[in-house]
Every structure is written in C-alpha cells, then in structure tokens.
C-alpha cells in the first residue's frame, strides 16, 4: 500500500487536477480541526523508493515485457473503479489518467472502469472491485468509526477496504466515548498517525471550494 502511495504523484493531482486549489491530504480528519495531527507530513512522490518495495514484495519484470509480475507470475494489471460524470470527461476522469501514466511508468497497468453512480454503489456493496476512488467529507469532528473499525468489514459496511488494526480499534472506540476535549482530542490525533503509518487508502488531496 505505501509503494502504491509512493508511486501516485498527489502534487501533480492537486495542481493539474485541482488548478491548485487544494492539498495533498495526509489522512481522514479535516486540516481546520483540532482532529487533524500537524506533525504529519505526507508521504513523498518516490518511484525508486516505491520500486525497491514493490520487489521486496517479490514484483519485478521478469520477462522483460515492461509490466511487473508477482512471484508466481501473475502480471501486475488491475481495474480501477470510480464514479464519473453523466456525458464528457468529468474530473475523476481527468484523475484516473495521471494515475494510469503514475504507474504505467512503474510497469503497473490500470484499466479504468467509470460507472454511472447507481452500478458504483452496487460495485461496493457487493465488495466487486479490484480498486475504487471514493470522497469523504471532513466537519470539525469526524468519527471515523464507521469508514475504519474493524466492526464496519463486510456486511455492507463502509469499511470498504477491511482494514483490520487492534490498536486503531481501541484508540477510536476510546476517543468516541471520552466527553473531555482536551484527551479526546490527542486520542484522534494517534489515529490519525496509524493511518498515515498503515495506508489502508493512498489519501489523496483536500480540495478547496470557491
């Protein structure tokens, strides 16, 4: 999950994509809330990095094709799923391209599947993807409960990932009963931290609205 982060230029993104009228996001909490860790910085844009552990995973390009194989020989392609805009080109179109040239470069190849939202909301339900793109709203106080405990896997549940983290469970399951800002509030900043740690998502920008 980190090299796939480390292999996505979110700059690129948020200046073409964006018209750089946003950020790159470090995690779920909204950067105005006391929710948010500043201490983060987001992961870098690093193909060689994101290379070196895509073959401690046991990837490389054995046969010299230009695409990456796993161990047992399997290529490197995946479909990547995302909502898009009724009639022309709308912005996850525009997106999924600079993706698709990211990894393209990496040897990884994406095929983009747009789907009308109604089939994309099925496509979740039914866990009946490869890899998705999704937007989350952020207030002043997020609970995040329902997009990253353990509880919320399967069954419909918006974890859709199935990220699983004991510690993430506890932390997230403490800040939500705790009444006391002042320890609440470091409480989602630890959470924060794994996340960033884990990458259960690449998280990809925080956008502005005019």
């Known amino acids: 999950d980190l090299a796939m982060t480390m292999l996505t230029n979110r700059l690129e993104i948020v200046t073409k994509g964006l018209k750089g009228l946003g950020s790159i996001a470090t995690g779920p909490f909204n950067r105005l809330s006391k929710q948010y860790n500043a201490e983060i910085d987001p992961w870098p844009y690093d193909p060689t990095r994101a290379m070196a552990l895509l073959k401690e995973a046991g990837f490389q390009d ?77 207030g002043i106080e ?20 199935s990220y699983a983290n004991p510690q993430l469970d506890r932390l997230i399951e403490e800040a939500r009963s705790m009444t006391d800002e002042e320890k609440r509030m470091p409480l989602w900043r630890e959470c924060h931290a794994i996340l960033h740690e884990d990458q259960p998502y690449t998280f990809l920008y925080v956008r502005k609205f005019l």
């Open 62 to 138: 054995g046969d010299g094709d230009g695409v990456l194989e796993s161990a047992t020989g399997k290529p490197f392609v995946f479909k990547h799923t995302y909502p898009t805009q009724q009639g022309g080109q709308g912005f996850w179109d525009q997106v999924v391209l600079l993706l698709k040239d990211n990894y393209a470069r990496a040897g990884i190849v994406m095929v983009p599947d747009p789907l009308e939202w109604s089939v994309f909301s099925e496509k979740l339900k039914s866990r009946d993807f490869d890899s998705i793109s999704l937007a989350w709203s952020a």
């Open 142 to 161: 997020s609970d995040i409960y329902q997009m990253f405990h353990s509880d919320n896997v399967g069954n419909g549940a918006d974890n859709f990932m």
